[in-house]
């Protein structure tokens, strides 16, 4: 698979490949985080989510991985497919706060 | 399913100009807000509201008012249009409450263009 180091802005994928998109927050505060995808000319979309109690969190195709020692986020996509040419971005709120505090986004390119 | 729903799509407008940008969801979701999104960065909140009759300011609220009626419609309006409000404004909404807390729905954007 190919990865990331702490939030470059583009990442590309060969398609079948193991995607690792990274994601540094900034409060230690937080307790819920949240990954969204946006397609070109489109709202983002929710991926997955994952709570401060947890470290990992898996969906379809999808895990979140949370380090709170070092604030850290990370989603992995399996076996990654052109449809998953996208902008990904990680958010995070604070306890008993529901306003989100977004990344700067990575996008991801698929090559066939 | 309609889900949340942002009219227009597109506008542009001259420097000084006012209008507004109409947000309305059909989930009787109690969160609204409103985001604006630049080039190379991420979403950044604007205005919100937990409820009819209650609002509140983002991280960006200059040159933004909002209001909040009914529980399906979230209105922004931008009272004199400058060129740095030049940006794609996304609504989202949610429901409040800790088992579905913070998933938000988004919007499909109002691209703007201030001349």
């Known amino acids: 698979g190919e990865s990331v180091g702490l939030h470059l802005p583009t990442l590309s994928v060969q398609e079948g490949d193991n995607s690792i998109i990274n994601c540094a927050y900034s409060n230690s505060a937080s307790d819920y985080f949240i990954w969204y995808k946006q397609e070109s000319g489109k709202g983002p979309q929710f991926i997955i989510d994952i709570r401060s109690n947890m470290d990992k969190r898996q969906g379809q195709r999808v895990t979140v991985l949370l380090n709170k020692t070092v604030k850290h986020l990370s989603l992995q996509i399996a076996a990654t497919q052109p449809g998953d040419s996208a902008v990904y971005f990680c958010a995070e709120s604070l306890t008993n706060d529901y306003k989100l505090s977004f990344g700067a986004g990575t996008t991801v390119t698929v090559r066939a | 399913n309609a889900g949340v729903t942002q009219t227009p799509k597109f506008q542009v407008l001259k420097t000084g100009q006012s209008m507004t940008l109409q947000c309305a969801q059909d989930?009787?979701?109690?969160?609204m807000s409103w985001y604006r999104q630049d080039p190379g960065m991420g979403l950044r909140l604007i205005h919100y509201?937990?409820?009819?009759?209650?609002?509140d300011q983002g991280e960006v609220p200059n040159g933004y008012n909002v209001s909040r009626s009914t529980t399906e419609d979230f209105p922004l309006r931008l009272l004199s249009a400058a060129p740095s409000q030049t940006s794609v404004y996304f609504c989202a909404s949610s429901y409040l409450g800790f088992t579905a807390k913070n998933i938000q729905y988004f919007g499909a954007g109002t691209r703007l263009s201030v001349l």
């Open positions: 509201s937990v409820g009819a009759g209650i609002t």
């Open positions: 989930m009787n979701h109690e969160y």
